[in-house]
Every structure is written in C-alpha cells, then in structure tokens.
C-alpha cells in the first residue's frame, strides 16, 4: 500500500512535515476553499500541488496523490435541472485533475450531512478520547432539537422515552454540545449548519426516496466515468457513515448489494470505490474480506479504522486501529493479495493509496486543537500498527 495522511491545507494543525514524519509519501487533500459545484482551476490545483511538494528537494518526498473530496453538489444528488451544468463542471475540473498529474479522485453522495456523530470527545480507558454514535442521543436530537415532523416513525416507543429522560438531565451546554456536533459541517470546516434553516434541507428530499436517490448517483457517475477513464482517473465513491438512513434521508452506498449495483451501473474499473473498513464495518452483514474479494479491482483507495459495537448495537466507537470489531489482519491480508494480484496482471495502478482513518485523540494533541478525528499522533500511531501488519503478512508470505 502507499501510506498517506488527510491535510487539510495550510490551516490544519498537523503540517505536511509531520505527515512527511511519519512515514508517508502521499497526501490527501482538497481544495476546501472552492464552493461546491465550482470548477477547480488548473491554477487552484498547482498552487496546492506544489505547497505539498516544497522541500521535496531536501527531504522525503510528498505528492499529492488522493483528492478527499471532490464533492457533489446537492442539486446532483436531488437531480434537479441545474445538475447538467454542475456536472460538466465537475468533468473539467476531473480533466484538470489529470492535467496536474493527480489521479485518485474520491467522493460521497450523502444527502446533506457528510459522516455524523454524537459525540467528538468520547473518553477512552487509556483517558485518549475517541469519535462515538449514540443512538439515543441521535433520537434526542431528532425528536426533541431539530422536531423533525416525522422523526417518531424512525424510533421505537421506548428509545423515544429514553431520550426524552435524558434529554431533560441535560444541561443547556450539553444539548448544545450535541448539536454542533450532529450540524458539524464537512471535514476541512469547523462551521456547522444552522439549526434554524436546517430543516428546510432536509424538506428538499421530500420527494426522494431510496430510489430516486440511486437513480441520481447513477445518472451522474453514467456522465462523469466515462470522462475519467478517458483522462486516466481512478473515481472511488465513500461509503455511507453510518451505513443507514438518518434524519429521513435515503443512503444508498451502504452494504455489499448496494456496491454491487453501483458498479454495475457504469461496468467499467474507473467506476470504483473507497474501501473504508469503519464505515463499512459498522453493519454485522457487511463481510469485509469477502467484499474486497469480489469488489478488489474497483477498489482504487483506502480508509483503515475499526470501530467497537457497543452493547445497543446501534451504537459504536471509533476504537483503535488493531482492535474492534473489523479484523483487520484478515482485512490487509486480503489487500495485500489484491496488490500481488494487480502485479500479476501488469496493472500501473497495483499499489493502493491508504491512510489510517480517524485516530484517537492522545499525548500532546489532548491539549492541542485539531480537526475532529485528524490528530497528528492518533493517526501516527495507527499507520505504525498498520505498516507493521503488513509487512508481517509480506513478509511471512501468507498470501501465498
């Protein structure tokens, strides 16, 4: 695997020589400053290309081999008319993307929210603090914050009366804890939505269900894949996290089946995924080696995290990265065979882009301010762990 961080650009806290430190040659980055649907410029491109290379010359290399994320804009994904001219934006700025020697493109279709949590700060045993989903409190927010008109048909009788318990022992400082967190914006902001004009977002889908939903995703990757195998970029869209639908809205990239589908859409190896074991690991039906088995060729990036059920099954933590409920020997074993596979067959692109995927919040960064799950030695320590598994593997030939 070639191992890479997320950046955020010049205001992340964790710079590219801490990146550059622990191991990495690639990064992963976005042009977070571009309004959504807005072509990104061969110019805007080189100019973040080349702060990512500065000091190459020096010190180890670093190249930015992963875009996180080229996102979509919602008119797309509620497939409204401007969607045609939103689209051909996004083909330029793929055919840019390529023109500036950048090749793996990531992306989601989530509706509104990007990943959502309960809590930012969830305290661990070794006192490091953790990402965690909690579905009552989820409810508490649904039910009683927002007042979502049709929140009730989504909860049982008996979370909706544990919620509203919990809710009133609250203190105002937590209620508005939580919802800063469940309205947190995209990775690369720290802004939240509004809570006064938020549910009007979600109004927008009333008319979009499931299956509206995956006709629009496939309605544009149909449009931009064949762009993308025309310029050489490898597209990987990020699953659902969590992989169910919240606050009324479908998710459709959530399971083994939707995969399929998704691929099937568009038959060709640019139409590809980003295998985040965390998002997917989240569903007990998700059979994760299995997936990288039948999907291995499409698999063009990858997110390594575990999370930890807890007793509600509904309910998880980010736990590190070689615990948990995702075996993750089992998963980079199987990676790992993919890669001789891809050798095997010639293929350019045998070697996968990975970063370790969140991080516990730990040491020195506990007193430091960072970007929710992108501290600099949580995710230090978890690409450690995972360099040393798969060297293990290689080096005990257990693919074989």
Same mark, same amino acid.
């Given at each position: ?34 309004? =959504? ?6 110019? /805007? ?14 010190? =180890? ?67 490091? &603090? ?8 989820? /409810? ?22 544990? /919620?509203?318990? &919990? ?30 004009? *938020? ?20 309605? *544009?990757?149909?449009?931009? /894949?064949? =762009? ?24 459709? =990239? ?20 980003? *295998? ?64 001789? &596979? ?59």
């Amino acid at each position: 695997m070639i191992h890479t961080m997320r950046w955020f650009g010049p205001n992340d806290p964790v710079s590219l020589m801490d990146i550059r430190q622990a191991g990495c040659t690639g990064v992963v980055t976005a042009l977070h400053q571009i309004p =959504v649907g807005e072509v990104w410029s061969i110019e /805007a491109i080189e100019e973040r290309k080349n702060l990512i290379e500065a000091g190459n010359d020096k010190f =180890v290399p670093l190249h930015w081999l992963v875009v996180e994320s080229l996102p979509v804009h919602e008119a797309i994904k509620k497939g409204l008319p401007e969607r045609e001219q939103l689209i051909e934006n996004y083909k330029t700025s793929l055919r840019n993307l390529a023109e500036c020697g950048i090749f793996t493109v990531c992306y989601n279709f989530m509706p509104v929210l990007d990943w959502s949590r309960t809590n930012l700060n969830y305290e661990m045993p070794d006192g490091g &603090k953790a990402l965690r989903f909690v579905w009552e409190d989820f /409810a508490i927010f649904d039910l009683y914050i927002l007042k979502r008109p049709a929140a009730k048909n989504d909860f049982t009788s008996e979370v909706q009366i544990k /919620a509203l318990n &919990k809710l009133n022992q609250m203190t105002k400082e937590e209620v508005s804890t939580l919802t800063n967190t469940v309205l947190l914006g995209l990775p690369g902001s720290e802004e939240a939505f509004d809570l006064n004009t *938020f549910q009007g977002l979600l109004d927008n889908y009333k008319n979009i269900g499931d299956k509206e939903l995956r006709e629009n995703l496939y309605y *544009f990757i149909q449009q931009i /894949a064949p =762009v993308a195998q025309e310029v050489g970029i490898n597209l990987c869209i990020h699953p659902d996290d969590p992989p169910k639908p919240l606050l009324g809205l479908p998710r459709v =990239v959530s399971t083994e089946s939707d995969l399929k589908q998704l691929m099937a859409a568009c038959d060709i190896r640019n139409n590809g995924i980003t *295998f985040c074991t965390g998002s997917l690991g989240i569903r007990t039906d998700n059979d994760l080696t299995g997936m990288i088995e039948k999907f291995g060729e499409r698999i063009h990036f990858l997110h390594l995290r575990t999370i930890k059920r807890e007793e509600n099954p509904l309910n998880f933590h980010e736990a590190a990265h070689l615990v948990g409920d995702v075996d993750m020997y089992e998963v980079v074993k199987a990676i790992v065979a993919e890669t001789h &596979k891809r050798q095997g067959e010639g293929r350019a692109d045998w070697n996968i882009p990975m970063r370790p995927d969140h991080g516990h919040q730990i040491l020195d960064d506990l007193h430091k301010r960072t970007y929710p799950g992108y501290s600099a030695i949580g995710r230090l320590k978890g690409l450690a762990e995972l360099r040393g598994l798969e060297m293990a593997i290689e080096k005990a030939e257990v693919i074989i």
